[in-house]
């Protein structure tokens, strides 16, 4: 009798384990399906965003550590491409040039005969002071020997199409100089109009001219007037310096015969003027 209690009790505590184990079973197995669904509630992590300005600033960089000269010329290109006057905060602002840092910089643009500075403010200056055609038609009528067009192209921004429209209209001449071959601006004085004959011109392109340009120059002494250039002193500054004056004789060309080395022999109509 004691014994039949005893194996009822562990078969009682046998099933109670077995009822433990399948209900452990149970939750992990659900544990299991619930988890993917609670990962994928939750909000997706932003991601980390940097900053997009690193070669912009890299760039502010490398100029600001740029020589002196080269930040010199930045300002004064932008000066004259404004041709307004810009306070230091303005010029850092448009070009990274920082010249509250770089005294270096603000003193030389200060002091730089193309920079006006009013104390404040910088500006580009030109040699001449002009503003538009007008302007610039003024100041030629007041060379009558002539104005070097470099010393007018920085005037104004569109000054060189002004100049091409008051040569087009006949208001001026463009020639150029002979030495520099730089072109010079001649006023076109409308008052004095000029009307040559015929045969007059004829009679001016029929004169031979010698074709040494030194008789050229002794012609032009002979007659009271002077030459433009010093062709003598030129030849001989040229002879000093050791540079011939006489033209290099043209080198003789090699001419194919039948025991020159052929390179292209697969392209026969190169060499059908073969000589002998």
């Not at 932008?78 to 509250?100: F, G, H, S």
């Amino acid at each position: 009798m004691a014994l039949q209690e005893q194996l009822d009790r562990f078969k009682r505590q046998q099933e109670k384990c077995q009822t433990t184990l399948t209900s452990i079973a149970a939750s992990k197995a659900t544990s299991q399906k619930s988890t993917p669904a609670s990962a994928n509630a939750r909000a997706p992590a932003s991601a980390v965003k940097f900053s997009n300005d690193t070669e912009r600033l890299q760039h502010i960089n490398s100029i600001r550590k740029a020589p002196v000269g080269a930040q010199m010329k930045r300002v004064i290109d932008l000066l004259y491409e404004k041709r307004q006057a810009l306070t230091p905060e303005q010029i850092n602002e448009a070009c990274y040039v920082d010249m509250n840092a770089k005294k270096a910089v603000f003193d030389s643009l200060r002091n730089n005969p193309k920079v006006y500075f009013d104390g404040k403010r910088f500006a580009y200056k030109s040699k001449h002071d002009l503003r538009d055609k007008g302007q610039l038609l003024h100041l030629i009528r007041k060379f009558p020997e002539g104005i070097a067009v470099i010393d007018l192209k920085d005037s104004y921004t569109t000054v060189m199409e002004d100049l091409q429209g008051l040569k087009a209209a006949g208001q001026v001449w463009l020639l150029s100089n002979f030495d520099s071959q730089e072109d010079i601006a001649y006023p076109n004085d409308p008052r004095v109009p000029i009307k040559v004959d015929d045969d007059l011109k004829q009679l001016f392109r029929g004169i031979e001219l010698p074709r040494d340009m030194i008789d050229i120059e002794k012609d032009l002494q002979k007659n009271g007037m002077k030459p433009a250039t010093n062709t003598a002193k030129r030849r001989s500054a040229a002879q000093i310096q050791g540079i011939s004056t006489k033209p290099k004789p043209k080198k003789k060309k090699h001419e194919i015969s039948k025991r020159t080395k052929l390179t292209n022999a697969h392209l026969p109509e190169l060499f059908q003027n073969l000589n002998n």
